[in-house]
T-cell receptor, first 113, second 109 residues
């Protein structure tokens, strides 16, 4: 299935590095999301974009910076991360921001050293 | 109190068994409800939506009880391929999905 793709699939970075995660959806959806999944914890919603406009920022630290240049692409820019930021970062998309189903990408597994 | 609570399991069942998972949610204004399935090291995938009248999809039956604020998932005739983590998901409005920690199911031969 290639509806929602994410790159890279795995990333190791130091605390002083700057990196970006990329998400692309091929479903014609208008809403995109970033989630964080840490071990033994439920998925946590980070950001919601609807028609390229950020509509939700779930008290995420500023070291995570999202960007949505168009409705098909979503980025998460990372800088000066902490080891506790190591997690699986999942992108999702949905047709709108009502009650439509969200479809997830395969995730980027991030390790911060 | 957690917004969505699930028994983490694991539930160990033999092939062919019937197994049921429950989930409770705290926000009475929640709009819609889902079960997602997540395989090890993979992304969550929608298993089924949950409707007030209850709904069935093959071996899977989902029920919603709004008065008691709980959701259930019943799996009949378990297969080895059903082994996964089952996530209870509640939409509290404006596309804010709140996920439970998941219930792990292990089906053995």
């Amino acid at each position: 299935e290639t509806g929602v793709t994410q790159t890279p699939r795995h990333l190791v970075m130091g605390m002083t590095n700057k990196k970006s995660l990329k998400c692309e959806q091929h479903l014609g959806h208008n809403a995109m999301y970033w989630y964080k999944q840490s071990a033994k914890k439920p998925l946590e919603l980070m950001f919601v974009y609807s028609l390229e406009e950020r509509v939700e920022n779930n008290s995420v630290p500023s070291r995570f910076s999202p960007e949505c240049p168009n409705s098909s692409h979503l980025f998460l820019h990372l800088h000066t991360l902490q080891p506790e930021d190591s997690a699986l970062y999942l992108c999702a998309s949905s047709l709108g921001t009502g009650e439509e189903t969200q479809y997830f990408g395969p995730g980027t597994r991030l390790l911060v050293l | 109190r957690k917004e969505v609570e699930q028994d983490p399991g694991p539930f160990n069942v033999p092939e062919g068994a019937t197994v049921a998972f429950n989930c409770t949610y705290s926000n009475s204004a929640s709009q819609s409800f889902f079960w997602y399935r997540q395989d090890c090291r993979k992304e969550p995938k929608l298993l089924m939506s949950v409707y007030s009248s209850g709904n069935e999809d093959g071996r899977f039956t989902a029920q919603l009880n709004r008065a008691s604020q709980y959701i259930s998932l019943l799996i009949r005739d378990s297969k080895l391929s059903d082994s996964a983590t089952y996530l209870c998901v509640v939409n509290t409005g404006f596309q804010k999905l709140v996920f439970g920690t998941g219930t792990r199911l292990l089906v053995s031969p």
